[in-house]
């Protein structure tokens, strides 16, 4: 060894460590954490020109450490001090909270050919949603005690991407069984979620207002929401004249579905829902139509209940607000849902309610199934499976319609974030804010795309998507979990690190 090599190597060492300490200092559970996250660091700052807080979008830096958010601090008054830490400087995109869907149907376990937890929720993070609560049916056995829920949250774990929380369901079986739907709220379901027509599965039956009055009274106690599915069948066949009607056409379907099933039901709803007022028997229950296609009268009822002190909230879904009855072709089955798509001018009033504060929420609705169930080549609206496949996409589709009527990144993080974190009662989550999860998503809102083959879409069945061939615009280019970058320009981080979400 010569004179040179006595001098380097002992130098060599010194740079070696010092780097090691300078590089691990921050993280030390660097090695298991690496695999949960695409950043291996457990404290580092996320800068952004455009961070959407709940005191308006700032320019600045949100701290992270661990889970959480420590800090956020604006631009005006950084000083230079994040130097310290790890950074990452996302320019000009947005920094949101990440979305939360309050309605997705992930088919885990049983019926996983449709969907499953792993290709879910790959989606849901490449789409900016760090939180979904899977719907207790189209899973097989579907979600309806403290068991069914059990099976549930085995399949989820270490399939899931992202944070699942799970609704149980309301069905004539336990709605009168006391012992049985407190085991499954106790189990931890968010709340519970049910029917007022057939939904298409067998083993989850329909309920009527005498087993919504119940479950309520129940769900009074835990102080957690039902969700419902709010359409009542009136006598549908009289709408289809023999021989008449085009089973491929889309204006058939809507016939059959036409917006007084949603009053019905609605109409229905508001003799229970007026239990859930301060001082009524059911106070502390809340109860929440989901996916409101009607703008017209149902949505009015709602209003009034709202006005009447009801503890009463709704969603609709970028599907309603994307589309109109008018433009679906012929045999397009892709675009079958319940309730249907209506025409342009409910798909403006829905706009109207959204911006105006009547109706409270956006939820996906992701509800695939496997192609065949679509019947392409039949093309028979009347036969095939409905529901929409979405979630990967409704970011970009709330924005790219949105835009046109002024809707402002304030309002996308209320609808997708903070108003669902409240309706499953996340109170770490749905904001940017110190101390809350660190869920965040990172989106260019000018950067255009299309979906077609050259995109990936994580979701099992891309084909049965409505949404493929149209263009959009809002990137998404970052998601992260609890501190975990789980999603970075089409990769994720090789771990599912997603936690269940259950009550206590
Ligand atoms: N069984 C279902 O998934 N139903 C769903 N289907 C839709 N929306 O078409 C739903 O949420 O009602
Ligand atoms: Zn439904
Ligand atoms: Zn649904």
Redesign the pocket.
Known sequence: MDYLQLRVLPLLALLASLLYFFYFQDSPTLFERSDCSLFPYNHYWIISESIVTPRGVISGAVEVKEEKIVSIVKEEDCHGNLKRGQIIDYGEAVVMPGLIDV?A?LDDPGRTEWEGFPSGTRAAAAGGITTLID?P??NLPSTVSAETLKLKIDAAEKNIYVDVGFWGGLVPENAFDANSLEALLSAGALGLKS?MCP???ND?PMTNSSHIKEGLSILAKYRRPLLV?AEIPQDSESYLEDGEDDPRSYSTYLKTRPPSWEEAAIRELLTVSQDTRIGGPAEGAHLHV??LSDAGSSLQLLKQAKSNGDSVTVETCPHYLAFSAEEIKDGDTRF????PIRDAANKERLWTALLEGDIDMLSS?H?PSVPDLKLFDEGNFLKAW???SSLQFVLPVTWSHGRQYGVTLEQLALWWSERPAKLAGQDLKGAIAVGNHADITVWEPNVEFELNNDLPVYLKHPSISAYMGSKLSGKVMATFVRGNLVYKEGKHAPAACGAPILAT
């Open positions: 309605h149907h719907m049916l189209n029917f939904s298409g599965i989850f599915h989901v996916h079958k849902c319940a309730p609705d509800s409905g529901g929409i």
